[in-house]
């Protein structure tokens, strides 16, 4: 399958991650496959597709968390395929989770205070000896990116009582607080209302607009991908099947037979198939 | 929360000095008694240490009895007899045990931790019964221990022993206490909670749990050094895992929300345990048994949850 050709907004700057050829095999299980992406810095990309359709595997080899079978991936012209997580972390790459992956037995100012002291350490054992948890750079850190979020009002709150939007928004929040370029959001909305899911993305996006962070996220939502993305990736069966504008990528008749489905109405106004 | 900090420390600092200047006043076996209270009150901080990350270990006296036969052996192979050397030996040698033991423990996690680190002193156990050159079952006796040349008998020799338990004890307890707000200590709930969250954030749980492991040998292995020396005497009982269920029982006694309550713990368990031993000497267990279980009961968070609720008390009540 060749379907994708290189995008025109991806084109005159140096990408900032770029992935090529890459696929992931469990047995006879292909889990994805011929994946050739680049993402320019600060660009907004959405990530569609049915599940099973290779999406989170593909954040998950970005981000360590899986080893690809095949393929390479370089963030900012650096080969970072096959690296455990944390180094990837630690080089800018940061990702949000699709459950929410925080400390629930402490405070909401405790788990961004642990994640911005481990952004200020040095990473080794002897680094996390030496530097105080509590350090006043920490602790600021913490607390800007509390306001950031817009969730001051749980600052004292323990985590496990939190309800799931502010959980969403701490652990993007700990994802963000290290100041990363590259920024993962594995379904942002899942397990959100209808209602909550775009003024979640709205603090979400202003947060991360006002960092300048790289945004890749998986998306369920279609409202939300075109109101959000600057760019859409499609995937089917393990792969890309179409790349482009919002409007592009759901106006694709592939896309809307494979992933949207054809009554739908995309809130971009592509999905004018009959 | 610096300004509790700060005052816990004073209380802490008041206290050790109450200790240290009621010593000479004291009956000889309570001095005795105390003294290795607080030598296994430092075995106790290195669990309290674990047992923070959600690591139990039923095998702390795999480095308890390493610290003390370091002091046996080296105080019989080379003739040296300066406590404060023989105690760092002891602690290095623990350490390093811990730091090779670690590569393999730092991998599991809660049952399967436990017991491996239980099989693991099992296996020193084992060894030093058949080790018949080292005294076998019977173990054999520690040198009298001297001061930078000082060498007290008798009575002047356990108050030695009590105000070097004391010190060593403190410099112990201020180090941990440093160690659980620095970014590497203060990982421990984060570890027991999300051990996922805590890689993505970029750090080696595995690497961080090693750390600990060899915290806590090395202190298992100064609190054996220091019991050696009091009781004059070591054996394989040491490594046996009854030895390391009191630590376990101590730490439960104990709590782990405080530094100051491993030695306050420590030092209930000894009473009630010689206590018991006098009034009853055929039930003493069942007594040791009925404590466990008020303090599971009645205190699930130990004794050291009791300072910590006085203290939250107070803050509400003062604006």
Same mark, same amino acid.
């Given at each position: 399958?060749n379907t ?10 140096r990408?900032i991650l770029?992935?090529?050829?890459l696929e992931k095999t469990?047995?006879?299980?292909v889990a994805?496959?011929?994946i ?5 810095p600060?660009?907004t ?10 999406k989170?595997?593909f954040?998950n ?6 080893m690809?079978s095949k393929?390479?991936?370089l963030f900012e012209?650096?080969?970072i395929?096959?690296?455990?997580s944390?180094e990837?972390?630690r ?7 699709q459950?929410a992956q ?14 911005a002291a481990?952004a200020r ?7 996390g000896l030496?530097?105080?948890?509590a ?6 850190e913490?607390e800007s990116?509390?306001e ?9 709150t ?10 969403k928004?701490l652990?993007i929040?700990m994802?963000?607080v290290g100041w ?6 594995d +379904? ?14 709205n603090?979400?996006?202003?947060a991360?607009?006002s960092?300048?962070i790289?945004?890749?996220f998986?998306e369920?939502?279609? +409202? ?5 993305a600057d760019r859409?990736?499609a ?11 919002p409007? +592009?990528?759901?106006a ?6 494979l992933i949207?489905?054809?009554k739908?109405k995309?809130?971009?106004?592509a999905?004018g198939?009959? | ?7 816990a420390q004073?209380?802490?600092?008041l206290?050790f ?6 010593? &000479?006043a004291?009956p ?7 003294t ?10 290195g669990?309290?240490?674990?047992w ?20 046996a052996? *080296?105080a ?7 406590a404060?050397?023989l105690?760092?030996?002891a ?6 045990t %811990?730091v090779?033991?670690?590569?393999l ?6 049952i399967?931790?436990a ?7 099992m296996?020193?156990?084992?060894v030093?019964?058949?080790?018949e050159s080292l005294?076998?079952t019977?173990?054999?006796?520690v ?5 930078l040349g000082?060498a007290? #008998? ?9 105000w070097?338990t ?8 201020v180090l ?10 203060a990982?421990a709930?984060p570890?027991r909670?999300?051990?996922?969250r805590v890689?993505?954030l970029g750090?080696?749980v595995n /690497?961080?749990i #090693?750390a =600990?492991?060899?915290?806590?040998g090395?202190?298992?292995?100064v609190?054996g050094?220091l019991a050696a020396? *009091?009781v004059? #005497?070591?054996? &394989?009982n040491?490594?046996?895992w009854t030895?390391?269920?009191?630590f ?6 104990a709590? *782990?929300?405080?530094?100051?309550? %491993?030695f306050?713990?420590s ?8 206590f018991?031993?006098?009034?009853? &000497? ?6 040791l048994?009925?404590v466990l ?5 009645f205190l699930p968070?130990g004794?050291g949850?009791l300072v910590? =609720?006085l203290?939250?008390? /107070?803050e509400t009540k003062?604006p």
């Amino acid at each position: 399958m060749n379907t994708t050709a290189p995008v025109t907004i991806a084109s005159g700057e140096r990408p900032i991650l770029s992935v090529r050829d890459l696929e992931k095999t469990f047995g006879s299980l292909v889990a994805a496959r011929d994946i050739t992406v680049s993402i320019p810095p600060q660009q907004t990309v959405g990530v569609i597709g049915a599940n099973g359709a290779g999406k989170t595997t593909f954040v998950n080899m970005v981000t360590g968390h899986l080893m690809p079978s095949k393929g390479a991936i370089l963030f900012e012209d650096r080969e970072i395929t096959g690296m455990p997580s944390r180094e990837i972390t630690r080089l800018g790459i940061s990702r949000s989770f699709q459950v929410a992956q925080i400390f629930p037995s402490l405070s909401v100012f405790d788990n961004m205070c642990i994640a911005a002291a481990i952004a200020r350490s040095s990473g080794g054992v002897l680094g996390g000896l030496a530097s105080p948890v509590a350090s006043p750079a920490a602790i600021a850190e913490a607390e800007s990116t509390i306001e950031l979020f817009q969730i001051s009002s749980y600052r004292d709150t323990t985590a496990s009582t939190l309800p799931q939007g502010v959980r969403k928004l701490l652990d993007i929040g700990m994802a963000v607080v290290g100041w990363p370029r590259l920024l993962l959001l594995d +379904e942002p909305t899942s397990g959100i209302s209808i209602e909550e899911k775009f003024d979640l993305m709205n603090v979400v996006m202003s947060a991360l607009k006002s960092r300048k962070i790289t945004v890749l996220f998986v998306e369920h939502d279609m +409202e939300i991908v075109g109101r959000f993305a600057d760019r859409v990736l499609a995937f089917y069966d393990g792969t890309v099947i179409a790349d482009g504008t919002p409007d +592009e990528t759901l106006a694709d008749p592939q896309v809307q037979e494979l992933i949207t489905g054809v009554k739908l109405k995309s809130a971009a106004g592509a999905g004018g198939h009959a | 929360m610096s300004m509790a900090n700060g005052r816990a420390q004073l209380v802490g600092g008041l206290l050790f000095l109450l200790a240290a200047a009621a010593g &000479p006043a004291l009956p000889d076996w309570i001095v005795s008694l105390a003294t290795i209270a607080f030598a296994n009150a430092l075995v106790v901080l290195g669990l309290i240490v674990l047992w923070r990350a959600g690591l139990v270990s039923f095998g702390q006296a795999l480095y308890y009895c390493i610290g003390a036969y370091v002091v046996a052996l *080296t105080a019989r192979w080379t003739g040296i007899t300066d406590a404060f050397l023989l105690v760092l030996l002891a602690g290095i040698g623990a350490g390093i045990t %811990a730091v090779l033991v670690g590569f393999l423990l730092a991998r599991y996690r809660e049952i399967f931790f436990a017991m491996l680190s239980l099989a693991l002193s099992m296996i020193l156990y084992g060894v030093l019964v058949k080790t018949e050159s080292l005294g076998s079952t019977d173990g054999f006796s520690v040198m009298t221990p001297t001061f930078l040349g000082y060498a007290p #008998h008798r009575e002047a020799l356990g108050l030695a022993l009590y105000w070097m338990t004391l010190g060593v004890g403190a410099v112990g307890a201020v180090l941990v206490g440093v160690y659980f707000r620095s970014v590497a200590g203060a990982l421990a709930a984060p570890i027991r909670d999300n051990e996922i969250r805590v890689e993505f954030l970029g750090v080696s749980v595995n /690497r961080v749990i #090693h750390a =600990k492991v060899t915290i806590a040998g090395a202190l298992g292995g100064v609190g054996g050094a220091l019991a050696a020396m *009091t009781v004059g #005497h070591v054996d &394989p009982n040491m490594a046996y895992w009854t030895t390391s269920g009191g630590f376990v029982f101590v730490t439960i006694l104990a709590g *782990t929300a405080s530094v100051a309550a %491993a030695f306050v713990g420590s030092l209930v368990f000894e009473g009630v345990r010689s206590f018991a031993y006098d009034v009853m &000497p055929s039930l003493w267990q069942m007594t040791l048994g009925s404590v466990l279980l008020l303090t599971i009961l009645f205190l699930p968070d130990g004794l050291g949850s009791l300072v910590v =609720k006085l203290r939250r008390r /107070r803050e509400t009540k003062t604006p």
